[in-house]
C-alpha cells in the first residue's frame, strides 16, 4: 500500500533521483560474500548476511570500517577496503539482479500521460561499479547519469550530488524526487530541498522510520503507480 507522509503530486515531477542497491538492483549476496571474503582473508570471522547488508549504504569505505569492527589502524582499513574492491570488482554481477517489475516502474515513469521526465541514479558505491552493473543488467538507456560515492567530493547525504543533478538536468528542486531504501537517501533529499520517497522492499526500511519520506511504496509496482 502507498503511505503517503506528506501531501504532493507525483505527476508534477520531472526529474527522478534513484538510488542504485536495494532500490533497483538486489547486489545483497555479491556485497555480503564480498565482505566475507575480505574479512576471512583478514583471518576475521565471517558476518551473517543480515548484518553485512545493515551496514550497506554509507559507501564502501564505511561499510568495511563496520564489517572490521571500526579499527583505529587506517593502514589495515584501507588494505581491506583495497582487498573487498579488488574482490567485489570481479564478483559484483554473480548474483546481483534487477529487483522484479523496476524496468517496468521505469519505463512508465519516464512516460506516462503525456509527462516526461528524466532520471538519474547516485548511489554511495563508488561509480565504476555503479555504472558496469547498471549497464550489464540493461538499465543505462533509462538514465540520464549515473554517479557514484567517489564522483563528488563528498558522498550522500551530503547533497552536493544531487545539486550537481539539477544543475546538469536544469530542473527544479521542488519538481525532483528522491527515491531509495534508506534514511541516507530521505536525509539527502531533504538537504536538497526535494520529494522524498522510501521503498520498504531493500536493505534497510528501518531505517525509514529515523527519517520518514514524504511517501512510502512496498514494490517497485505500487512506485509505478504513483506516476499514473
Known sequence: ???FQRQFDPRATKLLIFDLDGTLVDS???LIHSVNAMLSRFNR?????DVIASYVGDGAPVLVR???????????????????????RVHKLDYTHVYEGIREMLAVAA???????QMAVL????????????????????????????????????????????RDTKARPEETLMVGDSSVDVITGRNAGLWTCGVTYGFAPHTLNIAPPDVVV???????????
Open 66 to 88: 563496520r564489517a572490521l569492527g571500526d579499527p583505529k589502524n587506517d593502514a589495515h582499513v584501507k588494505e581491506a577496503l583495497d582487498y573487498f574492491l579488488a574482490y567485489y
Open 28 to 30: 545483497r549476496l555479491d
Open 218 to 228: 512496498d514494490s517497485p509496482g505500487e512506485l509505478a503507480e504513483l506516476f499514473k
Open 123 to 166: 548511489s554511495n558505491k563508488p561509480v565504476v561499479p555503479s555504472r558496469a552493473i547498471v549497464e550489464a543488467l540493461g538499465l543505462a538507456d533509462f538514465f540520464v547519469h549515473v554517479y557514484g560515492g567517489n564522483s563528488f567530493p563528498t558522498k550522500k547525504p551530503d547533497p552536493h550530488g544531487v545539486h550537481t543533478i539539477l
Open 1 to 3: 500500500m502507498i503511505h
Open 45 to 49: 570471522p565471517e558476518l551473517p548476511g
Open 111 to 117: 512516460h506516462t500521460n503525456g509527462i516526461r521526465r
